[in-house]
């Protein structure tokens, strides 16, 4: 699958988000085997795009933008990501994934500022 179906599949996955991303198998340690395409989470490798590009496209693209960020368990290999929807704690939006540390990775969120629902 092209980088831009997978963009295209992602922005029709934020309407399918309605269960609170900690229930998620990526949710507690972030691993490739976790990430399942049909709830719209994607993972993906350098040769389809930088995540720093993603990231100011996510800015953007979630509706009053605001940007969170933390550290979880789990592992991807340097210059792979992955980008799930989140609904959680935080609000609701996007988590863009990468890699930190040999078995930590860093979760960006962006999300939707006036987003008031109950988690």
């Not at 269960?19 to 993972?43: F, H, I, M, N, V």
């Not at 490798?45 to 990231?55: F, H, S, T, V």
């Not at 994934?97 to 930590?104: M, N, Q």
Request: glycine share 10%.
């Amino acid at each position: 699958m092209q980088l831009n179906e997978k963009i295209f599949l992602f922005e029709q996955s934020k309407f399918r988000v309605e269960s609170p991303s900690a229930g998620r198998p990526y949710y507690k340690s972030c691993t490739p085997g976790k990430l399942d395409e049909k709830a719209g989470e994607y993972l993906y490798y350098p040769e389809n795009g930088d995540a720093e590009l993603i990231k100011k496209l996510l800015a953007v693209a979630v509706p009053n933008c605001v940007y969170k960020t933390s550290k979880r368990p789990g592992y991807l290999r340097p210059g792979w990501f992955a980008i799930v929807p989140y609904l959680g704690n935080l609000g609701r939006g996007w988590a863009l994934i990468e890699h930190e540390a040999s078995s930590v990775v860093r979760y960006h969120f962006y999300l939707e500022g006036d987003y008031r629902g109950e988690i």
